[in-house]
């Protein structure tokens, strides 16, 4: 059973809008915050949002903040990303990891136990 699995990614137009969900497994889910993170081919992986575990806390890097939006449902173990007014600079591939620290959202990726295998977001002009 993989710990962490993606799903949502696929081709959207400049502008438009995507939703990212993660399943979680019931061992991995845990009562940590949880993030996504995102990477272009050949760079390193960076962060792009992470959210308590009660859900009330969320973080966000600069370069997603005002159009990302992270949720979480933890009675169905899943974690969303809503991707607003998304400009082509946002292909990448996405991924979840979790759990992360007790009680605070991070953005580091060594806070990170696991990581789902990535959902690709290609996003043309």
């Known amino acids: 059973q993989e710990d962490l699995v993606e799903s949502g990614g696929g081709l959207v137009q400049a502008g438009g809008s995507l939703r990212l969900s993660c399943a979680v497994s019931?061992?991995?889910?845990?009562?940590?915050?949880m993030g996504w993170f995102r990477q272009v081919p050949g760079k390193e992986r960076e962060f792009a949002a992470a959210?308590?575990?009660?859900?009330?806390?969320?973080h966000y890097a600069d370069s997603v903040k005002g159009r990302f939006t992270i949720s979480r449902d933890n009675a169905k173990r899943m974690v969303f990303l809503q991707m607003d007014s998304l400009p082509p600079e946002d292909t990448c591939v996405y991924y979840c990891?979790?759990?992360?620290?007790?009680?605070?959202?991070?953005?580091?990726?060594?806070?990170?136990?696991?990581w789902g295998q990535g959902t690709q977001v290609p996003v043309s002009s």
């Open positions: 990891a979790g759990p992360g620290r007790p009680v605070l959202p991070s953005p580091h990726l060594t806070d990170y136990a696991y």
């Open positions: 019931p061992r991995t889910f845990i009562m940590h915050a």
């Open positions: 959210i308590s575990y009660t859900g009330d806390i969320p």
